[in-house]
């Protein structure tokens, strides 16, 4: 396994795409960009795809922007926007707060506040079945993050065999860093005017009343109308026209 798993795709301004939990960058197969407009950078995040895991005590969001970033810089790739699904947001979003340019950062189907206590509950549970039965965990998992799992049978075996391969350690490391992760609520606010949420309408883990009571009219978000959480696969040409129009200010 290599230590960062990157893959650079194209020509144009470079754009980081960080993958969600359980995922790995395989995700953004699902949409195609105008690659002399856009350079695509795709990572697997630690743990994930091809990359080890972080091996660090304590887990942190901060560990997996910390790796990444070191790994653009040391490739000579200094500055780049933002875009990362569920907890690839909260990645990006990280890496916005530790850099010193201010890149464009889009939110798809994430959020940039900390988990409620239930949702930190629920992360334990999460880590204590995974040590159990990984396996059926992700079998159960994967299909709840769809509207309609019936319309997206292939994609979900696909998904399922994809997420099995991930170590139960790389699947703890990710729920802890999740659930230690700060509330960026205010970081986010800052950066208002290059940070955009692009949310499922029907969205399992973020309802579209939680995100617009916690943008408040101070962060633009657009909904994406007959998506769930897996949007990009959802409503894949919604999401690639609004993702290549935002990055390319068309939006
Ligand atoms: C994800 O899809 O990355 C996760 O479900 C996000 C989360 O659990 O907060």
Redesign the pocket.
């Known amino acids: 396994m290599r230590a960062l798993n990157i893959r650079v795709q194209g020509t144009g301004k470079p754009v980081v795409f960080l ?5 790995s960058s395989t995700m953004w197969e699902y949409l195609e960009f105008p690659e002399h407009l856009i350079q695509c950078i795709y990572i697997d995040i630690p743990g994930h795809g091809s990359s080890s895991t972080l091996l660090d005590e304590t887990p942190s969001i901060t560990s997996f922007a910390r790796t990444i970033c070191n790994d653009l810089f040391s490739r000579g790739i200094h500055t780049f926007d933002l875009v990362g ?6 990645v990006a979003l990280e890496i916005a707060r530790i850099v010193n340019f201010r890149p464009k950062v889009l939110l798809l ?3 940039f506040w900390e ?1 409620t206590i239930e ?1 930190k509950q629920n ?1 334990d549970r999460v880590i204590s079945i995974i040590k159990k039965n990984k396996n059926l965990f992700i079998q159960e998992a994967i299909p709840g ?1 769809f509207i309609r799992p019936n319309k997206h049978k292939s994609d979900i075996e696909v998904l399922i065999t994809e997420a099995k391969n991930i170590s139960e350690e790389g699947i703890t490391y ?2 802890l860093a ?1 659930r230690n992760r700060p509330d960026l609520s205010h970081f986010a606010k800052s950066i208002s005017a290059n940070l955009v949420c692009i949310q499922g309408e029907k969205d399992g ?1 973020v309802s579209e009343q939680e995100m617009q009571n916690k943008t408040a009219n101070q962060i633009p978000y657009i909904t994406i109308p007959n998506a769930g ?1 897996m949007s990009h696969i959802e409503a894949s040409k919604v999401v690639e026209k609004t993702i290549t129009d935002l990055l390319l200010d068309k939006l």
């Open positions: 993958h969600g939990f359980l995922e699904h569920s907890m690839g947001g909260y189907n994430s959020n988990d949702k992360r993050l990710a729920s999740m883990i959480h």
